[in-house]
């Protein structure tokens, strides 16, 4: 099975906006997290690949909007009004499985390489 490949990371500045692209196939539900340093991973964003259904963590809902493309195969994660704290590797997960949770870690198998995400203030 092809993990999860991120790509679309790089720095802005607060209030900036950046996509990430997360290239995934044949995957039931597929989420996005982040790792800032000295900090515990913490789910994002997910999205039922079955029918779109998203969900958020309260720090970005507003503010961040999951997506997919079902002919590329690809997730996007749209991240706008971006703030320092925003300031992360975020990785591209992926599970065969429907979840219950799918804000937490330990739910997905599938793990991207992941990408850089920096916010200047």
């Known amino acids: 099975r092809v993990q999860p490949v991120e790509s679309g990371g790089g720095s802005v500045q607060a209030g900036g906006s950046l996509r990430l692209s997360c290239a995934a196939s044949e995957y039931t539900y597929l989420g996005w997290f982040r790792q800032a340093p000295g900090k515990e991973r913490e789910g994002v964003a997910a999205?039922?690949?079955?029918?779109?259904?998203?969900s958020y963590a309260d720090s970005v809902k507003g503010r961040f909007t999951i997506s997919q493309n079902v002919a590329k195969n690809t997730v996007y994660l749209q991240m706008n009004n971006l703030k320092p704290e925003d300031t992360a590797v975020y990785y591209c997960?992926?599970?065969?499985?429907?979840?219950?949770?799918?804000?937490?870690?330990?739910?997905?198998?599938?793990w991207g390489q992941g990408t850089q995400v920096t916010v200047s203030s």
């Open positions: 997960s992926a599970s065969l499985f429907l979840l219950n949770r799918p804000l937490q870690d330990r739910e997905y198998r599938y």
């Open positions: 999205i039922y690949t079955g029918d779109g259904e998203a």
